[in-house]
């Protein structure tokens, strides 16, 4: 077969990412005709965050290498609009004494910055050519720690309520845009009665550009809310128990973001889950309601009724009966946006509402029906609009008696009393009542032995290769049969970060991490992080997507799946399989520090985005992986904290968002989460990964754990060496092993005392197999590789100033002191080698860290402008840690780097030994 070429036009990827995040934008107050802009004044621009537009949040969420960002400043420039240049200068000088201040490693980057102090009389001096100002508010936020209830993070510092009281006083019109991941705290922002205020949110690497379409009127914001607001964030039902180190109750159920507030405490609500104004009026009108067996085919005519083009989103809402149950006031079950629609046109749309999506899990058998998804007998109300709190009713239906949707079993059920909210009808109004929470029936144990997999008799070689399976001359079983207990051992094992068997600088490698399975012509798949595009820890640029609550934000999935058929094919271009990404855990509570990754509190708009994401990366013949599967809602103490859930809020809340991803957006590769649910840590639970999601939703693709994640069985301590019960649990890779060909794991030890099942490996590397066949890895080992021709992407010249390189003679053996370099995030330490005797090295990298144990600190070596290996640290408690690899070294003056991706290391030494005079 043939190899194909496809083209990948990098101006189309930056206009197609620029137009999401127009459409992510979310206008939440436009007074005093602050916007759109008037294109003949001059704007004057604070806050220091415009010198340092935060694309994204930090972690494997956010470390993206780019060429370029193109802040607000710049996008304001692309469209013609004048700044005050004087006090652009003034912020310009005070950065360069001031620093950004990067952090010192992984997880440890300071949510927000220090402001530069404003003086009163600049600000005035301004004010007197400038009669608009635009203040811009960042935060980031990112893994290993959540956000707080402090200035710089959910609240403003009092630097930024300085600037934005004299920013007030002395301009008629003040805009604000906050560059945040996530929402923050109102009340204050709005006690300085901002003109307009907008989330901006983080866009990545062309956020300015898409940011300044909107607030030049280019294009008309259109971005509605994917979460509520509320007036405190003591309002959010999950409050009392979020941040809880050893064991979060999830009291609240269902009733979470909107759910809640709609039912039990409107009052308490800013601005409604959905909102977002426009610079025009639309008109929405349902004009066709039609039932069918298994859903509602309801038709929306929508009119600009305003003087601007614009796009609306029609959100439909439903209200169930409250039966047995007890039902949330409002779900979200349908909603679809419009083309851009010119003054005075309309446009009509079919929008659908399945059966399924207003179903309700009954999982203590109250209606009659355990362990299944109904509709109660009652009535069943519609309704339609731009927010949860404008939609109006227009259609009812009866539903005579309670009919099962589906059924199930008892599985992930919490395994300790508690108690959850309950509504109950008190003065005409909806009040909460505390019930019992159903606990599990279930023995796990059994459930797995009652269900174990027929075994595949040993066969040994018989010459059969993975792209026989492939092109349909033998079966999988008669594949998996050749292979032996230690090829099944090293199937389950990922190898990584930064594995030479794969790109370098990616997550891992999975699949032919031996020898014996190479040979077997099984391919390795790569991965890597992540939601806002490639992690390329070599410091290769990728391209830098808006983050996750943005495109949420857009309600748009045609442009979010076009967007991402072109992230495949970059994807394709580095040779990487699967993304490591959409992240789709709920938006529980406001603080949590992973939030910026994720979309909504609401798992319909959820599981709908992530659909349409991996409906891009399909069309390319890539994928994601959706994670963190499940109940991932907090940073502080992830590893460990146990999540107690009900089995209805897991089925309805936040296992539902996986499931449409499974079903409609056909996942095939899924990643499990750091913590225990109900006191199994996810890495290990056959509930959720056999019983729910391979034989409830039918997933054929495989799973893998997160990163060095923690495994554990029913009532036992963690073991991260217990692979076995992770293969028993039918979660196929672990993520990572330092070297999958030896790990130091209990698989061959389980084997042989008979407590793993040999037929349990041979269906985790049956899983693996079946994904590896249809990819592009498999494509390049069959030499039908698909190439990527980059059109239109601008050069990209290297930062390092050759003139400083100091070179050192090597003769079959150098050291090198690296004690007093520097080792900040994004630097390069550069060096040359007078080469004397050419051949190959072996290279000895020796550094030390004080981050914690799970931190990720890459570092690439280049030689002569290749990357020849990335190296990644965990913390070492400060004791020296080395990495090996042999490197050629033939040419007599060789400049070397190295790149540092991630700060918080202290480097020790780099020695170079031969070891052959081969080559």
């Given at each position: 077969m043939?190899?194909?070429?496809?083209?990948?036009d990098w101006?189309?990827?930056?206009?197609?990412?620029?137009q999401?995040?127009s459409?992510?934008i979310?206008m939440?107050?436009?007074?005093?005709?602050?916007l759109?802009?008037n294109?003949?004044?001059?704007?004057?621009?604070?806050?220091?965050?415009?010198?340092?537009?935060y694309?994204?949040?930090?972690g494997?969420?956010g470390?993206?290498?780019?060429s370029?960002i193109?802040?607000?400043?710049d996008?304001?420039?692309?469209?013609?609009?004048?700044a005050?240049e004087?006090?652009?200068?003034v912020?310009?000088?005070?950065?360069?004494e001031?620093p950004?201040?990067l952090?010192?490693?992984w997880?440890?980057e300071?949510?927000?910055?220090?402001?530069m102090p404003?003086?009163?009389?600049?600000?005035?001096?301004v004010s007197e050519s400038?009669h608009?100002?635009?203040v811009?508010?960042?935060?980031t936020?990112?893994?290993?720690q959540?956000?707080?209830?402090h200035?710089g993070?959910?609240?403003l510092?009092?630097?930024?309520?300085?600037?934005?009281a004299?920013?007030?006083?002395h301009f008629?019109k003040?805009i604000v845009l906050?560059?945040?991941g996530?929402?923050?705290?109102m009340n204050?922002?709005?006690?300085?009665?901002?003109d307009?205020?907008?989330?901006?949110w983080?866009g990545?690497?062309t956020?300015?550009?898409?940011?300044?379409?909107?607030?030049?009127g280019?294009?008309?914001?259109?971005?509605?809310l994917t979460?509520?607001i509320?007036?405190?964030?003591?309002?959010y039902?999950?409050?009392p128990?979020?941040?809880d180190?050893y064991?979060?109750?999830?009291?609240?159920?269902?009733?979470?973001?909107?759910?809640?507030?709609?039912?039990?405490?409107?009052?308490?609500?800013?601005y409604?889950?959905g909102?977002?104004?426009?610079?025009?009026t639309?008109?929405?009108a349902i004009?066709?309601?039609?039932q069918?067996?298994?859903?509602?085919d309801?038709?929306?005519?929508?009119?600009?009724?305003?003087?601007?083009?614009?796009?609306?989103?029609?959100?439909?809402y439903?209200?169930?009966?409250?039966?047995?149950l007890?039902?949330?006031?409002?779900v979200?079950?349908?909603?679809?946006k419009?083309?851009?629609l010119?003054?005075?046109k309309s446009?009509?749309?079919?929008?659908?509402?399945?059966n399924?999506q207003i179903?309700?899990?009954?999982?203590s058998?109250v209606?009659?029906?355990?362990?299944?998804?109904?509709l109660?007998?009652?009535?069943y109300?519609?309704y339609?609009?731009?927010d949860?709190?404008?939609?109006?009713?227009f259609?009812?239906c009866?539903q005579n008696?309670?009919?099962?949707?589906?059924?199930?079993?008892q599985a992930?059920?919490?395994?300790?009393?508690f108690?959850?909210?309950?509504?109950e009808?008190?003065?005409?109004?909806?009040?909460?009542r505390m019930?019992?929470?159903?606990?599990?029936?279930v023995?796990?144990?059994k459930?797995?032995?009652?269900?174990l997999?027929?075994e595949?008799p040993?066969?040994?070689?018989k010459?059969?290769?993975?792209a026989?399976?492939?092109?349909?001359t033998?079966?999988?079983d008669?594949?998996?049969a050749q292979l032996?207990?230690y090829?099944l051992s090293?199937?389950?094992?990922?190898e990584?970060?930064n594995?030479p068997?794969?790109t370098?600088?990616?997550?891992?490698?999975?699949g032919g991490?031996?020898?014996?399975?190479?040979?077997l012509?099984?391919?390795?798949?790569?991965?890597?992080?992540?939601?806002?595009g490639m992690?390329?820890?070599?410091?290769t640029?990728?391209f830098?997507?808006?983050?996750?609550?943005m495109?949420?934000c857009?309600?748009?999935?045609?442009?979010i799946q076009e967007?991402f058929?072109?992230?495949g094919?970059?994807?394709?271009?580095?040779k990487?399989d699967?993304?490591?990404?959409?992240g789709?855990?709920?938006?529980?509570?406001?603080?949590?520090g992973?939030?910026?990754?994720?979309?909504?509190?609401?798992?319909?708009?959820?599981?709908?985005?992530?659909?349409a994401?991996?409906?891009?990366?399909h069309?390319?013949?890539v994928t994601?992986t959706?994670?963190?599967?499940?109940g991932?809602?907090?940073e502080?103490d992830?590893?460990?904290?146990n999540a107690?859930i009900?089995?209805?809020?897991l089925r309805?809340?936040?296992?539902?968002?996986?499931e449409?991803a499974?079903?409609?957006g056909?996942?095939?590769s899924?990643?499990?989460?750091y913590?225990p649910?109900?006191?199994?840590?996810t890495?290990?639970n056959y509930d959720?990964?056999?019983?729910?999601?391979r034989n409830d939703?039918?997933?054929n693709?495989?799973?893998?754990?997160?990163w060095?994640?923690?495994?554990n069985r029913?009532?036992?301590a963690?073991?991260?060496?217990?692979l076995?019960?992770m293969?028993m649990?039918?979660n196929?890779v672990y993520?990572?092993?330092?070297?999958?060909?030896?790990?130091?794991?209990n698989?061959?030890a389980s084997?042989k005392?008979?407590?793993?099942?040999r037929?349990?490996?041979?269906?985790?590397?049956?899983n693996?197999?079946?994904?590896?066949?249809?990819?592009?890895?498999?494509?390049r080992l069959?030499?039908t590789?698909?190439r990527?021709?980059i059109?239109n992407?601008?050069?990209?010249e290297?930062?390092?100033?050759?003139?400083?390189?100091k070179f050192?003679?090597l003769?079959?053996?150098?050291?090198?002191?690296?004690s007093?370099?520097?080792t900040?995030k994004?630097?390069?330490?550069s060096?040359?080698l007078?080469?004397l005797?050419?051949?190959?090295?072996?290279?000895t990298?020796?550094?030390?860290s004080t981050q914690?144990?799970?931190?990720?600190?890459?570092v690439?070596?280049?030689?002569l402008g290749?990357?020849?290996?990335?190296f990644?640290?965990?913390?070492?408690?400060?004791?020296p840690?080395?990495h090996?690899?042999?490197?050629?070294l033939f040419?007599?003056y060789?400049?070397l780097?190295l790149?540092?991706?991630?700060?918080?290391?202290d480097?020790?030494s780099?020695?170079?030994r031969?070891?052959?005079?081969e080559?």
């Amino acid at each position: 077969m043939a190899q194909t070429e496809k083209t990948l036009d990098w101006e189309q990827y930056l206009k197609t990412a620029a137009q999401v995040v127009s459409e992510g934008i979310v206008m939440l107050k436009n007074d005093n005709d602050a916007l759109p802009l008037n294109p003949d004044d001059e704007i004057a621009l604070f806050g220091r965050i415009q010198l340092h537009y935060y694309k994204s949040g930090t972690g494997s969420g956010g470390m993206v290498n780019v060429s370029k960002i193109t802040g607000i400043p710049d996008g304001l420039l692309e469209n013609g609009v004048s700044a005050n240049e004087e006090l652009l200068d003034v912020y310009r000088k005070w950065d360069s004494e001031n620093p950004f201040d990067l952090g010192d490693g992984w997880g440890k980057e300071p949510w927000s910055q220090t402001e530069m102090p404003l003086d009163e009389a600049l600000v005035a001096h301004v004010s007197e050519s400038s009669h608009t100002a635009i203040v811009i508010i960042g935060r980031t936020a990112g893994e290993e720690q959540d956000n707080s209830l402090h200035e710089g993070s959910y609240l403003l510092t009092a630097a930024e309520k300085d600037m934005l009281a004299k920013v007030r006083r002395h301009f008629p019109k003040m805009i604000v845009l906050l560059n945040v991941g996530n929402i923050i705290d109102m009340n204050e922002l709005l006690s300085f009665d901002p003109d307009s205020v907008l989330y901006v949110w983080q866009g990545g690497m062309t956020g300015g550009t898409g940011t300044a379409d909107v607030l030049t009127g280019k294009i008309s914001p259109c971005g509605k809310l994917t979460d509520t607001i509320a007036a405190n964030v003591n309002d959010y039902p999950s409050a009392p128990y979020f941040g809880d180190p050893y064991r979060n109750f999830y009291s609240e159920d269902i009733y979470v973001g909107y759910r809640y507030f709609e039912t039990f405490a409107r009052d308490k609500v800013l601005y409604p889950f959905g909102f977002g104004l426009s610079y025009t009026t639309f008109d929405i009108a349902i004009t066709g309601a039609k039932q069918l067996s298994d859903k509602w085919d309801f038709t929306v005519k929508v009119t600009n009724t305003g003087n601007y083009s614009g796009k609306e989103v029609v959100q439909i809402y439903c209200k169930a009966p409250q039966g047995r149950l007890g039902k949330p006031s409002r779900v979200l079950c349908g909603y679809e946006k419009t083309d851009t629609l010119a003054p005075g046109k309309s446009q009509v749309m079919t929008i659908s509402v399945s059966n399924a999506q207003i179903a309700s899990y009954d999982d203590s058998g109250v209606t009659g029906h355990a362990h299944c998804f109904v509709l109660e007998e009652g009535t069943y109300r519609f309704y339609a609009g731009s927010d949860v709190r404008s939609a109006k009713e227009f259609y009812h239906c009866p539903q005579n008696s309670t009919e099962v949707i589906s059924r199930h079993e008892q599985a992930l059920a919490p395994v300790e009393s508690f108690d959850r909210i309950h509504p109950e009808i008190s003065g005409g109004r909806y009040v909460i009542r505390m019930e019992n929470v159903p606990l599990s029936q279930v023995d796990e144990a059994k459930r797995r032995q009652d269900n174990l997999p027929k075994e595949i008799p040993f066969t040994g070689d018989k010459g059969i290769r993975l792209a026989d399976v492939k092109n349909g001359t033998h079966t999988m079983d008669e594949f998996i049969a050749q292979l032996t207990d230690y090829d099944l051992s090293c199937m389950i094992r990922g190898e990584g970060m930064n594995s030479p068997k794969v790109t370098a600088g990616t997550a891992a490698a999975f699949g032919g991490v031996s020898d014996e399975l190479t040979a077997l012509g099984i391919p390795c798949g790569c991965c890597d992080d992540g939601p806002s595009g490639m992690r390329l820890d070599c410091g290769t640029k990728a391209f830098s997507l808006p983050n996750g609550t943005m495109i949420a934000c857009t309600f748009n999935r045609t442009l979010i799946q076009e967007l991402f058929s072109l992230t495949g094919l970059e994807m394709i271009a580095n040779k990487v399989d699967c993304l490591l990404g959409p992240g789709m855990n709920i938006h529980r509570h406001p603080l949590n520090g992973r939030n910026f990754e994720y979309f909504s509190e609401d798992p319909f708009l959820t599981g709908t985005i992530a659909s349409a994401q991996l409906k891009g990366l399909h069309s390319a013949g890539v994928t994601g992986t959706i994670k963190h599967f499940c109940g991932n809602n907090q940073e502080t103490d992830r590893h460990d904290t146990n999540a107690v859930i009900s089995e209805r809020a897991l089925r309805e809340i936040y296992l539902k968002g996986f499931e449409i991803a499974v079903k409609e957006g056909k996942a095939d590769s899924i990643m499990t989460t750091y913590g225990p649910v109900n006191g199994v840590w996810t890495a290990a639970n056959y509930d959720l990964t056999t019983q729910i999601l391979r034989n409830d939703w039918e997933f054929n693709g495989f799973a893998m754990t997160d990163w060095w994640a923690n495994i554990n069985r029913r009532g036992q301590a963690v073991d991260k060496s217990d692979l076995a019960a992770m293969a028993m649990a039918q979660n196929d890779v672990y993520m990572v092993c330092s070297c999958g060909a030896q790990n130091d794991d209990n698989i061959l030890a389980s084997l042989k005392d008979g407590s793993l099942q040999r037929s349990e490996l041979q269906r985790c590397a049956a899983n693996i197999c079946r994904f590896l066949m249809n990819t592009h890895a498999m494509n390049r080992l069959l030499g039908t590789e698909c190439r990527i021709n980059i059109i239109n992407r601008p050069a990209d010249e290297s930062d390092v100033d050759e003139s400083t390189v100091k070179f050192y003679e090597l003769d079959g053996d150098l050291t090198i002191d690296l004690s007093d370099i520097c080792t900040d995030k994004g630097t390069n330490y550069s060096f040359g080698l007078d080469i004397l005797t050419a051949g190959t090295y072996e290279m000895t990298l020796t550094a030390s860290s004080t981050q914690s144990e799970v931190a990720q600190i890459p570092v690439t070596l280049f030689s002569l402008g290749t990357a020849y290996g990335t190296f990644t640290w965990n913390g070492t408690n400060g004791l020296p840690v080395s990495h090996r690899i042999d490197i050629p070294l033939f040419s007599r003056y060789t400049n070397l780097r190295l790149f540092f991706a991630q700060g918080g290391l202290d480097m020790h030494s780099i020695r170079f030994r031969l070891v052959s005079t081969e080559l």
